[in-house]
């Protein structure tokens, strides 16, 4: 089948990590069907990626943003790169992100008579439609109207299900690349990990520095932090806590040093506010590594005794005490069963299968 993808978060050249989940889902369904990606980027253009290659610059189509009249250029916009897509119109389009694109992609469709799917990441999605009341219009009137909707966690669903209780909700977790993210033979586990693209009260940074100045440096491994440190104000408060030796301060790194440091971790530590889903938790698994998560939102869904330990959001002593225990059984947790459970869950062949499942009846769908 010929499918295009639109999504703002599509990683372009430049963007470094931002949006790489959308590129895995897009990738793992490479497989089965003919794939193309709209990209609405920066400078009000709409970018054309094929077989993960940006197109030429005259592929690109201008994009009006921001503002109330901008919702017709932008189906304009839409509508007309539909029917540039190679190979003529696709069968279906499936929208990652209701806003602000889905709305304007919905109403190319709907003309054209294409499917549509729409996966919804955001966590922010609440608080948008809140306080926006335009926002939860174009939103309600997408849900009731796509052919399926999907979400990547069963919190983000719950918020779905409150706008338009009358719609049913896939959850269909992000796809883990379990050929890659895998266990290292003969890993030397000697550090605990977090990692985030950005630093900050979100992910819980401060409440992770603070339940590590908690415990005995004894009882620990050191922590390694992953992502950019803006004004490198955590590494101060680091320094504030008594805690900058044992916490080493990495920056951005590559998704290859990601994993060959999830590969070397005794533990990987989430202590998120905010979780769609916890991609990097899944990851971690995947390389044999026990987790402590909050249950903010994403993680506890997959986030079992077997595999580690969930705490509540914003509590110090319960971190300190999931950590301690996870790092003192550390041998108990079989690296092959992490990854096996892992696979089954989020691996490529059971994203596909369930993905496609939702493709079929979205065709099948008026």
Not at 59 to 83: I, K, N, T
Not at 242 to 251: H, I, L, Q, S, T
Not at 253 to 270: D, F, G, K, N, P
Request: aromatic share 6%; net charge neutral; hydrophobic share 45%.
């Amino acid at each position: 089948m010929r499918i295009a993808f639109v999504s703002r978060w599509y990683p372009l050249p430049g963007r470094g990590h931002a949006g790489l989940f959308v590129r895995d889902q897009v990738d793992a369904l490479r497989a089965d069907h003919d794939v193309s990606v709209l990209v609405p980027s920066g400078g009000g253009v709409l970018r054309f990626v094929a077989d993960s290659t940006p197109l030429d610059a005259e592929a690109a189509v201008p994009v009006r943003e921001g503002g109330p009249l901008a919702l017709v250029p932008r189906w304009a916009a839409l509508d007309r790169a539909l029917s540039r897509v190679r190979g003529g119109p696709p069968e279906l389009v499936h929208v990652h992100v209701l806003a602000p694109d889905a709305l304007p992609m919905l109403l190319a469709c709907r003309r054209r008579r294409i499917p549509l799917v729409v996966t919804e990441h955001a966590g922010y999605l609440q608080s948008l439609v809140h306080e926006h009341r335009r926002a939860r219009l174009q939103v309600r009137f997408v849900l009731r109207r796509a052919q399926a909707v999907v979400t990547v966690g069963s919190g983000l669903a719950r918020v779905v299900e409150m706008l338009a209780p009358d719609v049913r909700v896939d959850v269909i977790c992000n796809v883990v690349d379990t050929s890659s993210f895998a266990p290292a033979n003969g890993a030397d586990r000697q550090h605990a990990l977090s990692v985030a693209t950005v630093l900050d009260e979100i992910k819980g940074t401060d409440l992770l520095l603070r339940a590590w100045a908690r415990m005995p440096s004894g009882d620990v491994p050191p922590l390694v932090l992953v992502g950019e440190d803006p004004g490198s104000r955590f590494a101060r408060l680091a320094s504030e806590l008594g805690v900058a030796e044992r916490v080493d301060f990495r920056g951005p790194v590559s998704r290859a040093e990601v994993r060959r440091l999830m590969q070397t971790a005794s533990v990987y530590v989430c202590a998120s506010r905010s979780e769609t889903f916890g991609v990097a938790v899944a990851e971690a698994l995947a390389c044999g590594t026990p987790v402590v998560s909050t249950r903010c939102g994403g993680p506890e869904d997959f986030v079992t005794e077997e595999v580690g330990i969930t705490v509540p959001v914003d509590d110090e002593r319960a971190l300190e005490d999931a950590v301690v225990a996870v790092a003192e059984r550390r041998s108990s947790y079989d690296a092959a069963a992490l990854h096996g459970y892992v696979e089954r869950r989020f691996g490529r062949a059971a994203f596909r299968e369930r993905m496609n499942d939702v493709y079929a009846r979205a065709r099948e769908r008026p």
